[in-house]
C-alpha cells in the first residue's frame, strides 16, 4: 500500500479526553481513507486530520444504503504497547460484507496495515483506565453521484478511531432483553449474516419501544417460524445448561458470524465447558429458565466482550436469569478473554497483534 500521512496542524497538542467517555462520541484527531475507481482500483490511500466529507445529495449511499462496516478494539498492554485482537478476522468478514453489497474487496493486509499505522500515530488517545480501549470502525460508502437503483462503481473506505470508557463501569451488570415475537431483524437469503447498517436501522423500531418498558436490548427470533432465538441487539447469544455447557444459535445465514462468538467457542473448552451449536426454541428456552436448567444467558460482541442477561421477557411472560446476576461462567469468559486482548495472559490462540509504541 502507497500510504500519504498528512501533517496535523495541532499534533503537538497534548491529547485531552472527556470525563465521563460516552461510547462513541470522541473521536481521534486522525482518520484513514481510500478510494476506488474500475480504472485505479483502491488508490489515495491517506491518513490525515479527522474532517467531515463533502458529499453530492445524490450520492448513491443516501438512497439506496450500499454502505458495510466493522468494529474492533485496540488494547493497551501492560507493558505499554498495543493489542489489536483478531482483526484480520473483521477485515475478512469486511469482505464478506463488501461481496454480499456488490462492492470492491480490500486487501486485508493492506486493510490491517492501515489500522495499525492509524493506531500508532493515535496511540496516546486510548484511556488508561482498566477496561478502556480505542475503538476502531471501518467503513465503506457508495460514492457514485446518481439516481437509479444500481451498484456504485466508485467507492470511499475510511477508518474512524474512538476513545472508550469501560462497557461495564462498576462491574459485569446484567441487562434485560425482551424477545421479540411480532418483527424480525433478517431472514435466511438477506443481509443478517453481513454487517451493514440496514440491518441495525430496522431494528430501532422494537428498540425504542421496549426501552420504554424497562428493557435495554431485543432478542430477535427467526422470521419464518418466529420461535428459534438468532441474535440479542448488536451481540450474539448464548446459554449456559447445568453450569457448565454453553450452547448459542446456530449460523442460519440470518446470524451474524460474531468474532467475540467464534472467540468463546474456542475459548470455552480450554476451559472446561462443553459447547454446541444448536436450534434454540425460545419458548422451551424460557421453560428451562425457570426450572433450572438453564442457569446464565449472556451475549458476546466487540463493545462488551461478554454481556450477562439478567431478564428475558415477552408481552405476557417474564422470566429472571439467575437472580438477576452475573453469572460464573460468564464472569470466567470475561475474565479469559480480556486478558488475552490486554495482554495480561497468554495468547496460545495467535489472537493478538502487537503494535510496538514504546
Request: charged share 20%; proline share 7%.
Amino acid at each position: 500500500m502507497q500510504l500519504t500521512i498528512e501533517p496535523l496542524p495541532d499534533a503537538d497538542q497534548p491529547v485531552r479526553l472527556p470525563e465521563p467517555l460516552i461510547f462513541g462520541r470522541t473521536f481521534t484527531r486522525r482518520m484513514f481513507t481510500q478510494k476506488y475507481s474500475p480504472e485505479r482500483g483502491w488508490h489515495d490511500a491517506t491518513i490525515g486530520p479527522y474532517r467531515p466529507f463533502v458529499l453530492d445529495p445524490a450520492t448513491l449511499v443516501f438512497h439506496y444504503g450500499q454502505e458495510i462496516f466493522e468494529g474492533t478494539k485496540a488494547y493497551r498492554r501492560p507493558d505499554g504497547n498495543v493489542n489489536l485482537f483478531r482483526t484480520i478476522e473483521n477485515a475478512r468478514r469486511f469482505n464478506r460484507s463488501a461481496e454480499r453489497l456488490c462492492m470492491p474487496p480490500v486487501d486485508p493486509e493492506e486493510h490491517l496495515e492501515a489500522i495499525t499505522e492509524l493506531v500508532r500515530l493515535e496511540h496516546e488517545w486510548i484511556p488508561s483506565q482498566d477496561g478502556a480501549a480505542l475503538y476502531i470502525r471501518p467503513t465503506m460508502i457508495a460514492a457514485d453521484v446518481a439516481l437509479g437503483l444500481t451498484a456504485s462503481q466508485t467507492y470511499l473506505h475510511f477508518i474512524i478511531l474512538s476513545p472508550v470508557g469501560p462497557y461495564f463501569a462498576a462491574g459485569l451488570k446484567p441487562v434485560a432483553v425482551f424477545i421479540s415475537e411480532d418483527y424480525v431483524r433478517a431472514v435466511r437469503g438477506g443481509t443478517g449474516d453481513v454487517k451493514v447498517g440496514g440491518n441495525y436501522a430496522a431494528s430501532l423500531y422494537v428498540t425504542e419501544q421496549v426501552k420504554a418498558l424497562g428493557y435495554q436490548q431485543v432478542l430477535w427470533l427467526d422470521a419464518i417460524e418466529r420461535r428459534y432465538v438468532e441474535e440479542v441487539g448488536a451481540m450474539n447469544i448464548a446459554f449456559v445448561v447445568e453450569g457448565s455447557h454453553i450452547i448459542t444459535p446456530a449460523l442460519t445465514g440470518s446470524i451474524l458470524p460474531g468474532i467475540t462468538r467464534d472467540s468463546v467457542l474456542k475459548l470455552a473448552p480450554d476451559l472446561g465447558y462443553t459447547v454446541s451449536e444448536e436450534r434454540i426454541d425460545v419458548y422451551q428456552l424460557l421453560d428451562d429458565i425457570e426450572a433450572g436448567k438453564v442457569t446464565e444467558a449472556f451475549g458476546m460482541g466487540t463493545a462488551a466482550v461478554i454481556a450477562p442477561v439478567g431478564k428475558l421477557g415477552t408481552k405476557t411472560r417474564e422470566v429472571i436469569v439467575n437472580n438477576f446476576e452475573a453469572g460464573p461462567v460468564a464472569r470466567r469468559l470475561y475474565q479469559a478473554l480480556t486478558d488475552i486482548q490486554y495482554g495480561r495472559a497468554e495468547d496460545p490462540y495467535g489472537w493478538t497483534y502487537v503494535i510496538k509504541v514504546r
